[in-house]
């Protein structure tokens, strides 16, 4: 495909329900990722722990998030330095830290979960019962077909 | 809220759809990210360079990428090892790298965007024409009821 060609192409397909889609999924993603997760992880490590009573080993917190080990010191850094939690030497496992919420991370941390939930309440008041009903099914089959997409590139590759 | 009342709603909105929107949107947005984007950033500074003749100053990439510099750096280093891009002093302005796709790097660009086409096409198959249409309305309006959401907290924000 030449130049002239992939330029005509994205003109047209500008306004086609698959650039939408795909446009709007994006802004999703990112408006999620942002929001949800924080680009730092940050709101992610408070949640985590809160959920397990406030304390995980840093082993236990690396093997529940999606982040690389050292992703997660730096974020565990800029927590301790905002006073949110505190890092000690494991009692049970000296070569582990533990990681608990302060009393000023418990509260943040149960804002943060608090503003979540919220949203997800929030999320899909744009839409009536029924149409809810159907964006659910609309969207479980857009993502099987792209699963099936995917498995089928990689069986391409795979034979290459 | 107490740990036990968050558990409680948690289990209660598991089956809710705004909760399944939200976990598909996830799914799509990492998908995007993964496809599309590409973790590295590496399918997106070809498209990029495709997109302009063959070649950009460093500069004029970075401006046009959503990356920092560091990443940016990294990023062509690696396309540089792999014969797909060249980077070269500037003749008009010896502060500027000039990089360029090398012909195996145009081959490489070029396969990248046609795949990427290829998925758009086939991205909403799973649908009708007609639910084509009715998804692109749902989602721009949930689009701009989270745009408002994000406004209001900010507003609110503001004002503590």
């Known amino acids: 495909m030449t130049k002239e060609e992939?330029?005509?192409h994205f003109k047209e397909v500008e306004k086609s329900p698959e650039h939408?889609?795909?446009h709007d999924l994006g802004f999703?993603?990112?408006f999620i990722h942002v929001h949800a997760g924080g680009r730092s992880g940050k709101q992610h490590i408070l949640a985590k722990l809160l959920c397990h009573d406030g304390h995980l080993t840093q082993r236990e917190l690396l093997e529940r998030s999606h982040v690389t080990s050292a992703a997660l010191s730096e974020?565990?850094?800029k927590?301790?330095?905002e006073g949110l939690v505190t890092k000690t030497r494991s009692d049970q496992d000296k070569r582990q830290m533990d990681i608990a919420l302060t009393?000023?991370?418990v509260l943040r941390a149960t804002q943060l979960v608090e503003e979540q939930l919220?949203?997800?309440e929030q999320c899909l008041s744009a839409l009536s019962q029924d149409e809810k009903v159907r964006l659910v099914d609309m969207l479980d089959r857009?993502?099987?077909s792209w699963c099936e997409y995917e498995k089928e590139k990689k069986e391409a590759e795979c034979k290459n």
Do not use: Y
């Open 6 to 8: 992939l330029d005509a």
């Open 20 to 22: 939408r889609v795909l």
């Open 28 to 30: 999703f993603g990112h």
């Open 75 to 77: 974020v565990l850094t």
């Open 79 to 81: 927590l301790e330095g």
């Open 103 to 105: 009393s000023r991370g």
């Open 118 to 120: 919220k949203f997800e």
């Open 142 to 144: 857009m993502r099987e």
